[in-house]
């Protein structure tokens, strides 16, 4: 999908582009994974199935990212035992990738990731050396 993101693949003599995406790519999203497991961890009625309706259900989730914020902000205890079976990660989709009309592999999500990475690259914060 275009506004997916995935990681280049990892070959032989990869670029310093490409590595430098990967690499800040891989830091964000254990960014993400550390956030939702902190906020499946405090609420874990996040964790179970719910027989609510579905705007219930998207009010119970907006209660609990709002209480989660306050809790982080104010420098609540975070208990590391709350996280306690608490799925690590999410599982990839694999998601084909739209051809262009002409036939060409380019998928717009691969121009996109292009310029993610080319404006990572430039500026001035590279990691990777």
Known sequence: MPWLLKPYPITNNMPLLHRNFNYRLSRARMTAEN???????????????????????????????????????????????????????????????????????????KIKRDMVAEYLMNDGLTVID
């Open 35 to 109: 956030a939702l497991g902190r906020l499946k961890g405090r609420w874990r009625v996040l964790l179970k199935r719910s027989d609510l309706n579905v705007e219930d259900v998207k009010r119970l989730a907006k209660a609990c990212f709002v209480l989660h914020n306050i809790c982080e902000s104010k420098g609540e205890p975070f208990h590391p035992d709350w996280l306690n079976n608490i799925p690590v990660g999410d599982r990839f989709i694999n998601v084909p990738s739209v051809p262009y009309p002409d036939g060409r592999a380019l998928t717009v999500a």
